[in-house]
């Protein structure tokens, strides 16, 4: 089975800072990745997606950006953020119809 | 692209009692339709998941059916307990690429009186 190592587990930023979350996959090889975002406790809006290193899709415009360097690396990154960036960011594994996501543990990002 | 809702957005049981929630999607092609519970600031969790060549799919006190025809699907608990207390997302996975990608309902706030 896979696992989804994620951090860091709570974020502080200022506005206008950068920021750079990881997520890493164990027990798989070329996994479907994705980031989502969770908005006051409801809601995975879907962020980006890779079926693998490199490739990168984008589903909403936003401030962010995803980069997949390795197959099992995931990173969300920022350059300036806003305000609205603030959220529970979740990464998860998986897609393949064998099977559903496997979710890692979740950064709770605020923006002040 | 695919469009899931989910109903109720709140749902409060007394425990031993049954809950259902209730999901529509818009994409005839999707093909898997799981279910998660998410705890206060955890993690969602799978629960139980059904795939669109299965009607009906049963574990313990959850069960899942899906009508492929109305493009609806719904998690059922029997004999509710305080600890099923969470959010329960319905999702639809997108049949049509090999992407894998999950589109999420709104979820649904379920709390078990004791």
């Known amino acids: 089975s896979q696992t989804i190592h994620q951090w860091p587990a709570t974020l502080v930023q200022p506005v206008g800072s950068p920021l750079s979350l990881e997520c890493t996959v164990e027990g798989t090889s070329n996994p479907n990745l994705y980031w989502y975002r969770q908005a006051a406790g409801r809601g995975l809006q879907l962020l980006f997606y890779?079926?693998?290193?490199?490739?990168i899709s984008s589903e909403v415009p936003q401030n962010l950006s995803a980069s997949r360097p390795q197959d099992r690396q995931f990173i969300l990154s920022s350059k300036k953020l806003l305000l609205s960036d603030s959220g529970f960011y979740l990464c998860?594994?998986?897609?393949?119809?064998?099977?559903?996501?496997?979710f890692g543990s979740g950064t709770r990002l605020t923006v002040v | 692209g695919e469009n899931v809702e989910q109903h109720p957005s709140t749902l409060s049981v007394q425990e031993g009692d049954s809950a259902v929630i209730k999901c529509t999607y818009s994409d005839s092609a999707s093909n898997y339709f799981p279910w998660y519970k998410q705890e206060l600031g955890k993690r969602p969790q799978l629960i139980i998941d059904i795939r669109s060549n299965v009607g009906e799919k049963k574990d313990q006190r959850i069960a899942v059916t899906l009508n492929k025809t109305a493009k609806h699907f719904s998690l059922h608990i029997t004999e509710t307990q305080p600890e099923d207390s969470a959010v329960y997302f319905c999702?639809?996975?997108?049949?049509?690429?090999?992407?894998?990608?999950?589109?999420f309902g709104q979820g649904t706030i379920l709390t078990v009186h004791p």
């Open positions: 998860a594994a998986g897609g393949d119809p064998a099977g559903g996501y496997t």
């Open positions: 890779s079926v693998g290193i490199g490739q």
């Open positions: 999702a639809a996975m997108d049949g049509g690429t090999s992407y894998g990608k999950l589109t």
